[in-house]
């Protein structure tokens, strides 16, 4: 017997990337390229440790195409710091097409050099043209002034970038991105207008959000990104608002997709977007903060006027409350039609049937097919007399369906189901999403009840969803 130690089989050879994947019978027999995906799936410290396997592992994880640093408070801040340059030292060798940093900035560190420290990373990531460039840089600090690398807004490689800085954007007098395709900012204030617009207008950007940012007081800002597809808006608090309002302009041809969560702070203007398709305006007025609902309404109007041309159109409760409360603001005659629209959705509180604004909206859809409650819908009158009476035009030619969520069954619902039976004279199916309070509210057979109302369309089915069983019935 040969004692010799077989040491071509403890060995992982550096096979050809053309060789059978299916004939490899350990995970060190697989193609580089394999191991790195299968690498780019860890957790950086885990792939950094993988070097310690064999000769063929020392120095393969230097050449993965991903480098995602979070700090571990655990471990301490010159231990991560450390690491994040090491790593970078050591992976030089190929385009990097992520570079992510989570990393929290205070005064203190500031004074050490920690500024120069993170841009020196920053900095060396660019160089290896990165492609996604992701930075959550908390700002603990008030007095603390920290300023990105310019070298990121000249950056041809760049087609990713995600920015949280909780802090002021200080930008470069000229911005040159010209592959950069998404663009995410989140808790910044934008200062300079003219840089700022540079930003917002490249050439390739196609997706755009911007989460919990701030303006200067009276600020006009346009967003004029001609490829731009999505744009998404989450607005600050109003608890932040210490001073005027900003004028958001957005001129972007191709604009399929417009998003809106706040409480109308600022005032938004859409124009020249005749391929948008979709928009979703979300307001969310606070309980502990003072209401502005006047602003609230005329910021609302404005814009949903200028989105007439959309195929999908979902809208909060609060905005039809706010206009109700405002009923002047409602011209009938200067509405515009919805001529495009096929589904509207309702959203964050049941809809009341009565709501003037609703009704409105609703005479002005000619061609809407679907329509939902997402969280119920009800009548405060204990009668169902002059609702939806005469039927909206849509009601009577176009209005296929109809779907209320949150429903519990109780009298005021059940008339609002009542009305939209009534009204709806080519509807082909109701569905309704009922709670578990429906069974201690209705005291009889709820199905029985429902194929017992009145209805205008013959051809109607209800669909009934409980407890995850769907039951359907074609009467």
């Not at 790593?87 to 500024?115: H, R």
């Not at 041809?156 to 470069?172: A, D, K, M, S, Y």
């Not at 003072?290 to 006027?305: M, N, S, W």
Request: one cysteine or more; hydrophobic letters at 40%.
């Amino acid at each position: 017997m040969d004692a010799r130690l077989p040491v071509h089989q403890a060995k992982c050879p550096r096979w050809n990337d053309t060789r059978d994947v299916g004939s490899h019978t350990h995970i060190c027999d697989l193609p580089d390229e394999i191991l790195l995906r299968i690498l780019g799936l860890l957790p950086l410290k885990e792939v950094v440790r993988t070097s310690a396997l064999s000769k063929r592992w020392e120095y393969l994880w230097t050449s993965i195409s991903s480098l995602v640093f979070r700090e571990d408070e655990s471990n301490g801040r010159m231990v991560f710091m450390n690491f994040v340059e090491r790593a970078l030292l050591l992976c030089q060798s190929s385009p990097l097409k992520v570079f992510s940093l989570n990393y929290v900035i205070d005064g203190d560190e500031y004074v050490a050099g920690d500024e120069s420290r993170i841009n020196s990373w920053i900095t060396a990531a660019i160089r290896r043209n990165v492609q996604e460039l992701r930075l959550h840089l908390g700002i603990e600090h008030p007095s603390f002034n920290y300023s990105l690398p310019s070298c990121i807004f000249r950056c041809e490689t760049l087609t990713e970038f995600h920015l949280l800085l909780n802090g002021t954007l200080r930008l470069p007098s000229s911005v040159r991105l010209k592959n950069l395709k998404v663009l995410a900012l989140e808790y910044l204030h934008l200062d300079d207008d003219r840089s700022v617009e540079q930003l917002f207008s490249c050439s390739s950007l196609e997706t755009l959000s911007l989460d919990y940012c701030t303006w200067p007081e009276d600020m006009t800002m346009h967003i004029s990104a001609p490829k731009l597809l999505s744009l998404s808006i989450v607005e600050r608090d109003s608890f932040l608002d210490i001073g005027s309002h900003a004028h958001i302009k957005i001129l972007c041809p191709c604009l399929k997709s417009f998003e809106y969560y706040g409480e109308f702070l600022d005032d938004y203007a859409i124009s020249g977007s005749p391929s948008l398709e979709e928009a979703i305006i979300h307001v969310f007025h606070p309980s502990d903060v003072e209401r502005k609902p006047d602003q609230c309404a005329r910021h609302a109007y404005k814009l949903v006027k200028e989105l007439s041309r959309v195929k999908l159109l979902t809208l909060s409760e609060d905005i039809l409350e706010d206009l109700d409360e405002n009923k002047r603001i409602l011209d009938l005659g200067s509405v515009p039609f919805f001529g495009y629209l096929t589904k509207l959705k309702l959203t964050t509180r049941n809809v009341d049937l009565e709501s003037v604004a609703f009704q409105v909206l609703l005479r002005k859809c000619s061609i809407l097919r679907s329509l939902k409650f997402d969280v119920g819908v009800s009548i405060e009158s204990e009668t169902a007399e002059g609702i939806l009476d005469p039927a909206p035009h849509c009601f009577l030619t176009s209005l296929k369906e109809i779907t209320i969520g949150y429903f519990d069954a109780a009298d005021y619902e059940l008339l609002a189901v009542m009305i939209l039976l009534r009204a709806a004279s080519v509807l082909e199916e109701l569905v309704i999403h009922c709670t578990e309070q429906c069974f201690v509210t209705f005291p009889g057979d709820l199905m029985e009840a429902l194929l017992a109302l009145p209805r205008a369309s013959s051809r109607c089915a209800i669909t009934f969803l409980a407890c995850k069983m769907q039951t359907a019935s074609n009467v």
